[in-house]
Nanobody, 117 residues
Framework: QVKFVESGGGLVQPGGSLTLSCAVS????????MSWYRQAPGKERELVAT????????NYADSVKGRFTISRDNTGNMMYLQMNNLKPEDTAVYYC??????????WGQGTQVTVSS
């Protein structure tokens, strides 16, 4: 059974920081590229950051470059998103995703991040 447990979301003031975590079980974590997506109210889900299987390559949406850092721990089957200098426009539900192929990809249940004073 594939299971994702996302945590670390919450309410933070503009300029603050949060670290999201995604614990994965039920798949061979190390063979999956991992990503964080987000979806704000009334908007489509968008890709925030991606990390390859070994962690040697990452990509970010232009809107978060220089502020967010994606990382993974293949020993512990964990993925992280360190978010600094948060802005109100970062408010969204954040989802983790594991991708290997169109036939083998999985989503987490999401964690809410709210940036507001």
């Amino acid at each position: 059974q594939v299971k994702f447990v996302e945590s670390g979301g919450g309410l933070v003031q503009p300029g603050g920081s949060l670290t999201l975590s995604c614990a994965v079980s039920g798949i061979t974590f190390r063979v999956y590229d991992m990503s964080w997506y987000r979806q704000a109210p009334g908007k489509e889900r968008e890709l925030v950051a991606t990390i390859t299987t070994t962690g040697d390559s990452t990509n970010y949406a232009d809107s978060v470059k220089g502020r967010f850092t994606i990382s993974r721990d293949n020993t512990g089957n964990m993925m992280y998103l360190q978010m600094n200098n948060l802005k109100p426009e970062d408010t969204a539900v954040y989802y983790c995703r594991a991708y290997r192929s169109v036939f083998s990809n999985y989503w987490g249940q999401g964690t809410q991040v709210t940036v507001s004073s």
